[in-house]
Structure formats: C-alpha cells, structure tokens
C-alpha cells in the first residue's frame, strides 16, 4: 500500500508533462483541421488533392514514425535553418517537437473527423442561409459551423482522449532533457529499478484513466450546452472510430 | 525493461576442448564503435567482440553475442537474459552495488568533452551550456551532479544519436568515453575537437557479471589474466584504439 | 555514373540492410497474428458482453472499457511483462529452494532456476498477443453493434425452423453479422498496421530499431561507410512503407466488402 501511494507521488509531476503535449496541441490542432475539412471540401483542385494528401498520410502513419523522422528532420536542418535565426534550441527542445508533431497528426485525424461532419450538414440549411442573402464567411460562421461542430463533438471527444493517450510515446521517441520525464519513462524508469510491473504500469494506467474521465466529463457538458437547444440532449459516448 | 535481441546473434562455438557447458551468452550494445557496433553484413565487431571471442576461446567456452540496448543492459543481466556484458562498460562503485565486474581490460580512460569546430566553450566556470550523454553512463551521472545545476543535460539512447545532435548543432558539447571519442575526432579531420579538462572517472572497463555467478566470474578473470600475459589484450588495444597501450606487457 | 549505380546497389544491399529488410516479417507477422487474435478476442468479447449471465457480461464490459481506457503503448509494455513474470512466478513455487531463494542477488526472478529466457520468436509472440488483447477490446465493440445490427427477422426465422441456441448463434447471428462488422474492423486492422511501429518498445529488432541504427551517423572507415545524420531518410521510406500498406489493406478491405456484401440489401453496408 505504502509503494502505491509512493508511486502515486511520484508520477504526480510526470503527469504534467503528458498534460502540456495535450493542451499544447489540442487547440492547434483544431484550428489546422478545420482548414484542412475544408481544403478537403474545396473545388480547388489543388487544395483539395493537397488536403487530401494530407490528412491520408497523416492517417495512414504510424505516429511513432512521424515523431523520428520530424526530430531527424528538424536535426537535419539545423546549421541551415535553426542557427541562423536562433532558435536552435527551442525548435529542437522535446517540449515544442513533441506538441509540433502531435499538432501535425491530430490536425489530420480531427480533420477527416469535421469533413465527415461537413458533408452531413444538412443540405436545406445551408440553401436556406444562401436564400438569405448570406455571404460565403457568414454562411459558414452562421450556419455550418454550429451544425458542424454538433455533429462531430462526440467524435472529437474521442479523438481527444485519443490524442492525450498519444502523449504516451512522446519521450519513448526523442531525447530527454534533465529530469523532465512523462508517465511513460517514469513507470519504465521505475519497473528498470526493482522489476514490479504490476505496480509501476497499473499506476501509470490509472493516471491515464483518471484524465481520460475528467476529459470525457467536461467535453460531455461542453456537449450537453451545445444542445441545450434539444429536448433530449444526446451523450458523448466513449466509441472511438479513428485513431492513430 | 527494453531489450533487443538480434535475431541472428552470432554464435561462436569454438571447439577445443567438448566442455559440457551451457552456452554463455554475452550481451553488448552494437552502437558504440570502435568497442562494439554492427559491420556492414550486420554482425556484431569491434574490440570487444573480438577480446570476448578470445576469453571463450581461452577458457573454452561457447559463447553467444546478443545485442541489447544500453539502457536496459544491466537489468536484463539481472534478469537473467544473458550471462556477462561486455559493452565499453565502467567498473565503477555505484555499479558494484548491483552486479559484480571482472578485472578491467582496458586500463581507467578519462572521459572527455568534445565540441564542434569554430565554437567556444568557457568550460572552467561551465553554465548554460546544452551538454550531451548517454543516459546511464558515468558521464550522465557525473554530469547530473556536477553540471545538472546549471546546464541542460540532454540524455540519448545511444552515444551515436548525441553525436549526431553535437554534428547538427543542437549540443554545446558531449561527455564521453575518451576512447570512444579519439576515433571520431581523428575521422571528423577537424570538424569535431577536443576541448576543456579531461574528467577522470570510473575504474577501467571490465566485464560485468551477475554477484551470484561466481564461478562465470573466475572462470572470465582466469582468461583475462592469461590474455594480458601473453599480449593478447594489447594486440588488440593496438589494433582497435590507435595510438593507445600496451598497458598490460611486463 | 554506372559506378555511383554500382555503389549505392553494394551498399543498398549489404549485410545490414539485408537484415534491415528482413526485419520487415516482424512486422507482417505481428500484423497477421495481432489481426486475428483481435477478431478471436473480440468475438470472445462480444459474445461476453451478450452473455444473460450478468458477471460474464461483466467481464466483457470491462475488458473493452478498461484497455481502451489506457494508452495502446501502455498495455503494449506492460501486457509481456507481467505475462512473463507471472509464468516465472509460477515456476519459481515449483523449482526455488530456500537456498536458491538465498543465492538470487537481483529482485526478480525469485531464483535463477525459474528464469525464462525469452527470445525473439517469445516476444514476437507475446508481441502478437499484446497487439490481440488491445485492439480485441476494439473489435469487441464493432463486433457487438455488429451483432446487434443483424435484422430481428433472420433470427427469428432461424429459430422458427427448430434450430437450437448455439445453432442460431453460430450459423447465422455470427455468420450474418460479418457484413456488418467490416467497416469497423477494417479501422481496428489500420491500427494495428500502425501499432506494429511499436515492435522494437517490445523486445524486437525490428525496422524502426534498424531504420536508426542504418541511419546514425558514422565517422569510422572500419565500421562502415562514413556518413552523417541520414536518420530522417531511413524513417521516410518507413513513412512511405506504412501508408502503402494502409493504402493496399484499404484497397483489400473494399473488395472484400464487396464480396461480402453480395446478396444483402444495400442499406446493411453503410
């Protein structure tokens, strides 16, 4: 009892590591993707393939790959790039490359989630807004938006718990700086050390757990005010359909 | 506990004496040339590929070689994946806590520092400096405590990724073995360099072994006695580290 | 020119490479395996999670909620480790003596005699399983609502014409419910290509591990060619690797769907 609450202790700070490549790039992502669903969307040949390229490979990659080949990427570039302007150290620190190729991955992910969502808009209300008299920008903020972004919250839900999973391998892919480690290499530094695996890796695991809850709680009553509109509100339900 | 095996460790089954032993396998990391690495067809060399086949041959034993990741290299002994290390490992106090070492056979080496070419280092009052290890060596411990404060320590997985991250410019400077060092510097003609005081640390490399496994142990340090006294180890050093020994020869 | 040709060829295939390329069966394998220890493990789920006995359906509902609630990599590390201890464990009540218990001067195993020695074919095994319980608890689910998708009707008529519960349950709920099942199984097979990258995380030398190794730099004429960070190369043909496979696994998965789907009203595909 006394180990687990050691342990409980001692992965408290690791957790925050997981946390900030979470909300670093949880809000970049979403921005990135609502131009790529709509990129996907455009009549414009070459957004539409450049999108659409996008969003496949980003898909269709393992996002372990995607996190060696960026850091040996940006490594690579570095005496050319980086140097000159100075910023070195900050593009290549894991706290800014971790949140970078997790913003490039969910953007792909939480796009093909909205243009799924885009092209269930209802076709009337978007004949309706043109009726109107509405310009394209206010169509859009006035009317897909709202039907949009109801329509893929669920969905979106899951990409986030999804995404904060992800956070998981950040560390096992690039160079630890000092004492910052996440739950991974915490709970692997831990089991190296006296071999328990069924405590090191539960507790990790209930860390996740917990956050995952917490996560489907609040975008739950995000959801719930998002229809309040409704009679019946629905449920965001823990069903997950893509991930990385 | 990461590990990982080669699926074709090659085995080297000397012949001589048909001792009924069990296979003695030998783990090492295959990235830390000219040590140990993996040459073009794959297969582990290097000097301690090379000193080890010898110890089997000397004390007739079949080994195996099996490459492990330097990270998890001592837990896996423990765990009993593998018999002895010989993986340019230090014998060093902190170490003597968890697993036992033969005698060295290769002499106590300073750790140095190295920079690129063109930059500058105030490496007497060192501060704010992004300084490059591999982790769980005695350059990582020594640089947590004596520089953690005020640098950035930066720890990699293997020392030829620290390597590649000082030759692209994300390091001020790497901490490493001398020995390991020396070659790279000499290849780099003049891209890589010495710099700063050389860091005394550790006692030599010698073989780790599991406490419990004395007789592994002795049978090892036999060997390794007899190789230094008929020049073997020196040949070897000779051959391997240039410019290094003989440190055994009377 | 022909010499350049002459050397890349050389060294494109030399040793390391060859092994490098080699290591790609490990990840085909574990896919293969992982892929239908999924569909048994979600079968087995769905089947729990339909059980009337209410800790069976217990069972099923924790199992898919409990592994989907923690990170893949997670259970992935976690699932051969404790597999592998609890055999020691059991081993070691048999084999361990009071004095062996005595000799063992590291915290695990209880005594050398109960090691296991593990090596690749173990892990790619366990590896496969972990990959199986995982992504299982995903096929659980698709599979359920599978399940549940199947028209009332068809089961009725089954039972209508005498068939026993097994016999309902076996020829025609499981049989009808595939169709149904595809397009979520397809999604759990693409995870699964992309969590065979996590193979050299368990004990395995596989492309990500030799992709790296080809890659770091080298500046000794005795180890090899000399060259510098070449890294990022090396992980790009991986990158490219994985999205053909997404890419052919798609193209498969269509025609199966196709194939499938023959015979059945169109609506049941969506």
């Keep these: ?244 | 506990m990461k590990k990982i095996m080669l699926a074709a460790a090659a085995v080297v089954a000397l012949g001589g004496s048909a001792m009924a032993q069990e296979t003695v396998r030998i783990a090492t990391e295959g990235a830390y040339a000219p040590w140990n690495f993996l040459d073009d067809s794959g297969a582990p060399a290097g000097f301690e590929i090379d000193l080890g086949n010898a110890i089997c041959e000397q004390a007739s034993l079949s080994c195996e070689w099996i490459i492990n990741d330097w990270d998890s290299i001592i837990p896996n002994l423990l765990a009993g994946n593998y018999d002895l290390i010989m993986a340019g490992m230090s014998i060093t106090d902190e170490r003597l806590v968890t697993i036992d070492f033969t005698q060295n056979y290769f002499p106590p080496d300073p750790s140095r520092y190295v920079i690129l070419a063109g930059t500058e280092l105030d490496f007497a009052n060192l501060s704010g400096a992004r300084v490059g290890v591999q982790g769980g060596t005695i350059q990582a411990s020594y640089a947590e405590t004596n520089l953690g404060p005020n640098n950035t320590i930066i720890t990699f997985a293997t020392a030829d990724q620290a390597m590649a991250d000082l030759a692209a410019g994300n390091l001020d400077t790497i901490l490493a073995d001398g020995a390991y060092l020396e070659p790279v510097v000499t290849a780099s003609g003049g891209g890589i360099e010495f710099a700063g005081e050389d860091v005394l640390i550790g006692n030599g490399v010698g073989a780790g072994v599991r406490k419990d496994d004395g007789d592994l142990k002795a049978t090892v340090d036999a060997a390794i006695t007899a190789l230094k006294r008929d020049g073997t180890v020196d040949t070897l050093i000779a051959k391997w580290f240039e410019g290094h020994g003989p440190y055994f020869a009377d | 020119m022909f010499d350049e040709i002459a050397f890349w060829f050389a060294y494109l295939t030399n040793g390391k490479h060859l092994t490098w390329y080699a290591s790609f069966q490990f990840t085909i394998i574990a896919a293969l395996l992982g892929g239908a220890l999924a569909v048994v493990f979600g079968l087995t789920g769905a089947t729990l999670k339909t059980s009337r006995f209410l800790p069976l359906r217990l069972i099923g509902t924790t199992y898919s909620a409990i592994v989907r609630g923690v990170p893949d990599v997670l259970f992935f590390l976690f699932f051969p480790l404790a597999f592998e201890q609890a055999v020691e464990w059991v081993v070691a009540t048999q084999v361990c003596t009071v004095e062996s218990i005595a000799a063992q001067s590291s915290a695990w195993p209880p005594c050398r005699e109960a090691n296991w020695f593990l090596g690749t074919t173990e892990y790619l095994l366990l590896a496969s399983v972990s990959l199986g319980l995982v992504y299982g608890a995903f096929a659980t689910n698709v599979i359920h609502g599978a399940m549940r998708a199947v028209p009332h009707g068809q089961l009725e008529a089954a039972r209508a014409y005498g068939m026993s519960a097994r016999q309902v349950l076996w020829r025609v709920h499981i049989r009808q419910m595939w169709v149904y099942a595809l397009p979520g199984l397809s999604n759990v097979w693409m995870l699964i290509i992309k969590a065979t990258s996590l193979l050299s995380l368990l004990q395995i030398a596989d492309i990500v591990l030799w992709a790296d190794r080809l890659g770091a730099p080298n500046f000794l004429p005795a180890v090899g060619l000399v060259h510098d960070d070449w890294r990022w190369r090396y992980y790009l043909v991986l990158f490219v690797f994985y999205i053909l496979v997404t890419w052919l696994s798609e193209k498969a998965f269509e025609a199966i769907m196709r194939r499938a789907g023959r015979g059945i009203l169109s609506e049941a595909r969506g």
């Design chain 1, 1 to 244: 009892m006394q180990a687990f609450l050691d342990d409980l202790a001692m992965m408290a700070p690791a957790v925050l590591f997981n946390l900030y490549f979470a909300a670093a790039s949880i809000p970049v992502g979403f921005v990135l993707a609502i131009f790529l669903a709509l990129g996907k969307a455009s009549s414009n040949t070459l957004i539409n393939r450049l999108s659409r390229g996008y969003i496949y490979a980003f898909r269709g990659s393992p996002l372990f790959i995607q996190f060696f080949m960026f850091y040996s990427l940006a490594l690579s570039l570095n005496m050319t790039v980086w140097r000159p302007l100075g910023i070195s150290g900050f593009v290549l620190h894991p706290l800014f490359m971790g949140p970078l190729v997790l913003v490039l991955n969910t953007a792909a992910y939480t796009a093909e989630i909205f243009y799924g969502a885009l092209r269930a808009v209802p076709r009337g209300a978007i004949e309706a807004a043109r009726a109107y008299g509405m310009s394209p920008s206010q169509q859009f903020r006035r009317v897909i938006w709202p039907n949009l972004i109801r329509l893929a919250w669920p969905a979106y839900t899951n990409e986030v718990v999804f995404l904060f999973h992800a956070t998981a391998i950040v560390y096992l892919a690039l160079p630890v700086v000092g004492g910052q480690k996440d739950l991974m290499i915490t709970a692997k530094d831990l089991f190296e050390r006296d071999f328990n695996a069924f405590l090191h890796f539960p507790v990790a695991a209930l860390y996740f757990l917990a956050v995952s809850l917490v996560v489907f709680f609040i975008f739950g009553l995000i959801y719930q005010r998002l229809m309040r509109h409704l009679p019946q509100p629905g449920r965001v339900r823990f069903m997950p359909r893509w991930m990385r």
